[in-house]
C-alpha cells in the first residue's frame, strides 16, 4: 500500500505512522513493526502518535501499537 509522506532523510514522519497504523494492512504493519524495532526515535513517533487517538476506547489498532512501542521503549 501506498502512504503519503513514508520516508524522508530521517526515517518514517508521524504522518506516515498515523496512515499506516490507520489503513495499512499485515504487510504494513510488519514493516512498521521492524522500524520500530530498530529504531528508538521512530517508536517515541508511534507513541506520539498513538496517544493522540487512545481517548477514543474504539481505536483498537492505536491502543495496540501504543502498547506494542511502549513495550519496545521500556
Known amino acids: ?3 503519503r509522506h513514508v520516508k524522508t532523510g ?3 514522519r508521524s504522518v506516515a505512522i498515523d496512515d499506516i497504523i ?6 504494513d504493519w510488519l514493516e512498521l513493526r ?7 526515535a521512530v517508536a517515541r513517533k508511534v ?7 487512545c481517548s477514543d476506547p474504539y481505536a ?5 501499537w501504543r502498547n506494542y512501542a ?4 521500556a
Open 1 to 3: 500500500m501506498e502512504h
Open 10 to 12: 530521517t526515517g518514517l
Open 22 to 27: 490507520d489503513r495499512g494492512g499485515m504487510d
Open 34 to 40: 521492524d522500524e520500530t524495532e530498530n529504531d528508538p
Open 47 to 53: 507513541l506520539r502518535v498513538c496517544e493522540a487517538h
Open 60 to 64: 483498537q489498532r492505536y491502543h495496540f
Open 70 to 73: 511502549r513495550k519496545v521503549l
